[in-house]
């Protein structure tokens, strides 16, 4: 466990909101990881961070930003959400040098109206 | 084609019986794999990786891992109750930190 923590853990919000979802580790991981989760597709990419600073484009990053300040924040912003961001929010981390094993936070679960 | 795949189930097995799940994955050159178990609600906890060909055991649980085949399988002996949960795939291409990808999972249910 990498002790990782989520907040807000659920949240409700209008379609064309901004909403920010913190992903917090204690672990010191290099790596921290934004994915999402619904029925039918499983966990999906949607922006990863290799080091402060540094972020990267997953598989459905459209719609979605990320900023990593801290070595242990990592943040997920939706600029105006849409329906269709409604989800499970995870976040992962690993530590980097080989192995890659991915430890995952609580999850946050979104619902956009 | 999707780059990892699982029967969906749901698998039933008494308790006290074997689980065998599988998983196949599209890339030749994936180098990890990992099972994760996923309780309803909760979210993904690993317990099991492996990276080469083989078996690896852990308790009772079991990977097998045939990257000729493309190919990777989880086996829980003596399962119990506490086992019901779906079942995670997740295969990472090329040694990299981003190529990560998760099958859709297999729901399993141990009726005791």
């Known amino acids: 466990d990498a002790g990782i923590t989520q907040s807000p853990r659920h949240k409700v919000t209008e379609t064309g909101t901004p909403v920010t979802l913190r992903c917090h580790q204690t672990e010191n991981h290099r790596y921290m990881y934004w994915y999402r989760q619904d029925p039918g597709h499983g966990l999906r990419l949607i922006h990863y961070s290799y080091g402060v600073k540094d972020t990267d484009k997953g598989e459905v990053s459209d719609g979605y930003s990320v900023s990593r300040s801290k070595t242990e924040d990592f943040l997920l912003t939706l600029e105006s959400a849409t329906s269709s961001q409604t989800s499970v929010y995870f976040c992962?981390?690993?530590?980097?040098?080989?192995?890659?094993?991915?430890?995952f936070g609580p999850g946050t679960r979104l619902t956009v109206t | 084609q999707k780059e990892v795949e699982q029967n969906s189930g749901p698998l039933s097995v008494p308790e006290g019986a074997i689980a065998s799940l599988n998983c196949t994955y599209s890339d030749r050159g994936s180098q990890s794999f990992f099972w994760y178990r996923q309780y309803s609600g909760k979210s993904p906890e690993l317990i099991m990786s492996i990276y080469s060909n083989g078996d690896k055991e852990d308790g009772r649980f079991t990977a097998q891992l045939n990257k000729a085949s493309q190919y990777v399988s989880l086996l829980i002996r003596d399962s119990q109750p506490s086992d019901s949960a779906t079942y995670l795939c997740a295969v990472n291409r090329g040694n990299t930190g981003n190529q990560f990808y998760f099958g859709t999972g297999t729901s399993l249910t141990v009726i005791p």
């Open positions: 992962a981390t690993y530590r980097g040098g080989g192995l890659y094993e991915q430890y």
